[in-house]
């Protein structure tokens, strides 16, 4: 959902984060994160073609292109959260296409509502060799049969021979960082105000990944959730009652972005 993000206010700070020392202080007092220091994270936001579905063009015109949702807060904050919970080095956040020269620079990619994601030709070979090279992409906010069909139809267009597998509670990338007992349902803030967690006949959601040859999520998919959201609203002191799904929210992106930089 795409609207002007508020600005972080130390009501909400207080509310979402736990106490964080210094990286230094964190560092020599062995906390939690430390050990990630050397480590270096972007978020990079691919600016990617539609594909405009019939009867769909009202939302785009008004909320402006899918690529683009929930940007620029959603990225904003996750970026400070990353930094405030471990030693981290994260960059200020990039947009950037496929062929971009500097794409090659940065180990993790973003696509947001990838049920609308049309790979050009060109494209195809570039996201295969990326992932293949050990980068990661992450899909997320999208939602319903409709939608994954069209992303799957895309991701077999840059791997015909590998499948998408469910990423069961027993992985790791449920406990690299936090320990996260169940893969959550991140409800849209337009849902979350309508009373409802899921959108768009999404009513599961999954944490699904395409693997390399070591068994790698090098692609993880992010379905029935809507984890861009949740970064997003999480300083919005308007909608107190959206707090736990940013925490939820904030906890499994961070997990997602800890296992791809450490595996």
């Not at 691919?46 to 594909?51: L, M, W």
Request: hydrophobic share 40%; charged share 20%.
């Amino acid at each position: 959902m795409r609207r002007r993000a508020l600005l972080l206010t130390s009501a909400v700070v207080a509310a979402l984060a736990v106490a964080v020392p210094s990286v230094p202080d964190a560092i020599a007092q062995g906390q939690p994160g430390a050990h990630l220091a050397g480590l270096q994270w972007t978020f990079v936001r691919i600016k990617y073609t539609a594909h405009f579905r019939p009867g769909s063009n009202y939302r785009y015109d008004y909320w402006g292109e899918p690529w683009a949702i929930d940007a620029p807060a959603a990225e904003q904050n996750l970026s400070r959260r990353l930094k405030a919970v471990t030693a981290i080095e994260v960059g200020d956040p990039q947009v950037l296409t496929l062929e971009d020269p500097t794409l090659w620079q940065y180990p993790w990619i973003y696509f947001v509502e990838p049920g609308n994601l049309r790979f050009q030709d060109a494209e195809v070979a570039i996201v295969r060799e990326f992932l293949l090279r050990g980068g990661t992409a992450t899909f997320d906010d999208f939602h319903g049969p409709y939608e994954w069909d069209n992303l799957v139809r895309e991701l077999q267009r840059v791997f015909p021979d590998r499948r998408i597998v469910d990423l069961p509670l027993s992985h790791p990338i449920y406990t690299c960082f936090y320990k996260i007992d169940a893969y959550p349902q991140i409800p849209g803030l337009g849902s979350f105000l309508s009373g409802r967690m899921w959108e768009k006949g999404g009513f599961v959601p999954h944490l699904r990944a395409v693997l390399d040859d070591r068994d790698r999520p090098m692609v993880i998919i992010n379905w029935n959730t809507d984890m861009g959201d949740g970064w997003e609203w999480s300083n919005a002191e308007e909608y107190p009652g959206y707090i736990r799904n940013t925490r939820e929210a904030y906890r499994m992106g961070i997990n997602e972005i800890v296992y791809a930089l450490t595996h």
